[in-house]
């Protein structure tokens, strides 16, 4: 159960924190609370059925196109949506609420209610300390890590990095300097729909997926942003670990903890905020946002 409970908890919370991150990452350079995020990943699941199945493609590329697509998807919403009105956050969070459901009512009127399976990259499994360990669980583990490590050296290794951390440390300074801030939150949009996109890809054929499948990872990894600290993509990925064990932990020990998982999570955000109001890495991250 030990090893059960490490390496569901590694698929938790990478996944979780994929998301947490891309959310972070929009809202520390254009400030847009984003509500639709967990819809992109939603898009992308179902875009990578719909290349298996409708279009029949190789994985692969299925999984490529619906990564590409969402990315684009999530520009073309900022255009016409968000960069309208990016000054009113009230106004962004209502119209990323009413993306969110209008993907799902379009998904629902196409698909149904009903929950389908994506196939795995590969059945195969290891043995590790007398637990069977899915290719696809080793698979997800690997690409969460490596996504994470390639976003950190994209923002600390490059010029857009550099234009990107300049543009959430002081928008009009970094205008001043010639970054074109529009453009520049127009691309991490990209980069976080992409970021949904890949979470999408990593957990579809090892979970369920369905239209409704975007609403639970929504509250999840809005507690884990506020349990590492608004603004902070280093402890958005702490707190989506810390929540995706917690997840995995009430899950396999607590009778019924299925229907408990989300409600555990909340909780211990709700306890460290009571103790540390700025989240776990709120002072850390005071001064540099990303």
Not at 71 to 98: P, Q
Not at 177 to 196: D, E, F, K, P, Q
């Amino acid at each position: 159960m030990i090893t059960d409970i490490i390496v569901n908890g590694l698929v938790a919370g990478g996944m979780y924190a994929i998301l947490a991150v891309g959310f972070s990452l929009i809202f520390g350079v254009a400030n847009i609370i984003n509500m639709a995020h967990t819809a992109f990943y939603m898009v992308a699941s179902f875009l990578i059925l719909i290349g298996i199945a409708t279009f029949h493609l190789p994985l692969p590329a299925s999984l490529a196109a619906s990564i590409f697509l969402t990315a684009v998807l999530g520009m073309i919403c900022f255009k016409l949506f968000f960069n309208r009105v990016k000054e009113h956050e009230t106004a962004v969070m209502i119209i990323s609420v009413a993306l969110a459901m209008l993907f799902q009512e379009i998904l629902l009127l196409t698909y149904g209610g009903h929950y389908r399976s994506v196939p795995a990259f590969s059945r195969g499994y290891i043995d590790l300390f007398d637990t069977r360990v899915s290719h696809q669980q080793i698979f997800a583990i690997i690409l969460s890590a490596l996504i994470l490590i390639g976003l950190w050296a994209l923002l600390s290794k490059t010029k857009l990095g550099n234009a990107i951390r300049a543009v959430a440390q002081d928008r009009t300074v970094a205008n001043l300097m010639g970054i074109n801030v529009s453009r520049i939150s127009m691309i991490v949009m990209g980069i976080s729909a992409a970021l949904a996109g890949i979470a999408g890809a990593v957990v579809a054929p090892i979970y369920m997926v369905s239209p409704l499948m975007w609403m639970q990872p929504l509250v999840i990894i809005l507690a884990a942003i506020v349990l590492g600290g608004l603004g902070s993509i280093g402890g958005s990925v702490i707190g989506a670990l810390i929540l995706g064990y917690t997840e995995t932990i009430v899950t396999f020990l607590v009778p019924g903890g299925g229907f408990l998982r989300g409600a555990v999570s909340l909780a211990i955000m709700v306890i460290v905020l009571m103790v540390r109001p700025e989240g776990l890495f709120g002072v850390v991250f005071e001064e540099e946002r990303l």
